[in-house]
């Protein structure tokens, strides 16, 4: 399925470069100063186009639902910063130049001036005046940033969301076992993840690590479901987001290592041991790629489907013809669907490979049990 999407998402867009380079050079055999007009323009809405994606896989200190007349309607959140001391202002702050401090202006506080650029925060002067390095990189002081942001925001309030869902689940068991409101959709995947993911992965002790599990997996899906959402939130994108994430899979797997996990690490059984000394430096890597593969498969998954299908939206800006105007929501339709399909899909391996590593962690060999 994925590679005939592929073949056809490929055919289309060659076919639709082909016929706007062609209408392009037929302008240009009649029309050369048009011609340039017109490429100068493609240019100018691809640079756009760009500029719209990478705005849109960012974290951002203020909620923009929608933009109208080119304005951006939604709401501001509370900028917090530690430079010698704590600062907090909204991100709507009016700035010295009457502008907002989202938009650039530079913002007083105690005495200090504070701008924002590409979503980091700079002390600087009282102009906003700031001085690019040779990479295009401010060279002013950045500032600790503890800012409630969009994606702190989302992280907030899908943690509440699952607290009063499942709290009220918890109640409504205490009164009868027949699942009632939301347990009746949720409770078949509370059993998928219990009887196909926590027991053949784990065994009899995956009743420690329940929690855990269904913690995980309802988290990262809410945060993907709401990743579709026509309001910017890539949460699950962010690569410190699921650096957290693989460090907790990591800690509890770590803590909860069997004697015969450490003893397979630091000295391997069966093997000569001159074997011993070059298995475990191996095998201590081992125990750090697995939380890496973790982490860069939901954050690689999941941004490069946000950019794919912002990609395609604004591939419709781009080519401005007919043909554009139908391959291009068609194949939007068929990526998102796609994409909801992976939302589900990487909660599923992300659990079920935590499952796996802690069921290598506490696994109990036969060897001992003949003893």
Do not use: C
């Amino acid at each position: 399925m994925l590679k005939k999407t592929a073949i056809l998402f490929y055919s289309l867009f060659t076919f639709t470069t082909a016929f706007a380079q062609h209408e392009t050079a037929e302008n240009q055999h009649g029309k050369p100063v048009a011609e340039t007009s017109e490429l100068s323009g493609k240019e100018e809405r691809t640079r756009e186009v760009k500029e719209f994606v990478d705005h849109h896989i960012l974290d951002a200190h203020d909620v923009a639902l929608m933009v109208k007349d080119g304005h951006h309607i939604g709401f501001p959140l509370p900028i917090i910063i530690y430079d010698e001391g704590f600062h907090t202002f909204m991100s709507n702050t009016k700035g010295v130049d009457g502008h907002e401090f989202i938009h650039g202006s530079p913002v007083e506080s105690d005495g200090k001036f504070y701008t924002l650029n590409h979503e980091k925060i700079y002390r600087t002067d009282s102009k906003g005046t700031l001085t690019l390095d040779k990479d295009h990189h401010p060279t002013e002081k950045r500032v600790l940033d503890l800012s409630i942001t969009k994606s702190v925001l989302t992280l907030i309030f899908v943690a509440v969301l699952l607290i009063v869902v499942f709290g009220g689940m918890a109640r409504s068991y205490k009164k009868s076992l027949v699942p009632s409101g939301a347990a009746k959709f949720l409770e078949p995947l509370i059993i998928f993840i219990r009887d196909d993911i926590a027991i053949p992965n784990i065994g009899h002790k995956y009743k420690r690590f329940m929690g855990y599990l269904l913690t995980v997996f309802f988290f990262i899906l809410l945060l993907n479901v709401l990743g579709l959402m026509p309001f910017g939130i890539n949460v699950t994108g962010n690569i410190a987001i699921t650096f957290s994430l693989a460090i907790i899979t990591y800690l509890i797997t770590t803590f909860s290592g069997s004697k015969d996990y450490w003893k397979h690490i630091f000295w391997m059984p069966g093997v000569p041991v001159p074997m011993k000394f070059i298995m475990m430096p191996i095998e201590i890597l081992g125990t750090l790629t697995k939380p890496f593969a973790l982490m860069i498969r939901l954050f690689a998954n999941m941004t490069a489907g946000h950019i794919v299908v912002m990609t395609l939206i604004g591939s419709i800006y781009i080519f401005e013809n007919w043909i554009a105007g139908v391959a291009f929501p068609f194949l939007t339709f068929v990526i998102y669907l796609l994409e909801v399909l992976v939302a589900f899909l990487q909660a599923y391996v992300f659990t079920m490979l935590s499952a796996l590593f802690i069921g290598m962690a506490v696994e109990e060999h036969e060897h001992d049990h003949a003893h």
